[in-house]
C-alpha cells in the first residue's frame, strides 16, 4: 500500500506564498503517477500538477507560471510551490499517487487565500 500525507496549508493574504508537500511511503516505487488537486466548496476536484514517473511535469492552465511542482528523492516526497496566490486558489488541496495496484489520496490540506 501506499500513504500520503500532506502539510504546509494555511491561510494567506493574496500575493502570498505557500509550499505544500507529500510525503509518500510504503510501496512507493510502484507509483507512476503523482500529482496534486484541489477542490473549493461547492466545486469539482481538479487537476493542478503532475508528473508521470520518469516523464514530465504537467501543470492546469490556471496555475502555469505560478505553481510548481518538485520532488525529493532521498526524503520521498513531492512539493508544490504556490506563488502569487489569488483568492481563487482557496480549497483543499490533495496528493494523489496511482499505481497498478489502485489510487491513493491524502488526506488534503486546506489553504486559504484572503483578499
Known amino acids: 500500500q501506499v500513504q500520503l500525507v500532506e502539510s504546509g496549508g494555511g491561510l494567506v493574504q493574496a500575493g502570498g506564498s505557500l509550499r505544500l508537500s507529500c510525503a509518500a511511503s510504503?510501496?512507493?516505487?510502484?507509483?507512476?503517477?503523482m500529482g496534486w488537486y484541489r477542490q473549493a466548496p461547492g466545486k469539482q476536484r481538479e487537476f493542478v500538477a503532475g508528473?508521470?514517473?520518469?516523464?514530465?511535469?504537467d501543470y492546469a492552465d490556471f496555475v502555469k507560471g505560478r505553481f510548481t511542482m518538485s520532488r525529493d528523492t532521498a526524503k520521498n516526497t513531492v512539493y508544490l510551490q504556490m506563488n502569487n496566490l489569488k483568492p481563487e486558489d482557496t480549497a483543499v488541496y490533495s496528493c494523489?499517487?496511482?499505481?497498478?495496484?489502485?489510487?491513493?489520496w491524502g488526506q488534503g490540506t486546506q489553504v486559504t487565500v484572503s483578499s
Open positions: 494523489y499517487a496511482r499505481s497498478p495496484l489502485g489510487s491513493y
Open positions: 508528473t508521470t514517473i520518469g516523464g514530465r511535469t
Open positions: 510504503g510501496s512507493r516505487f510502484s507509483i507512476n503517477f
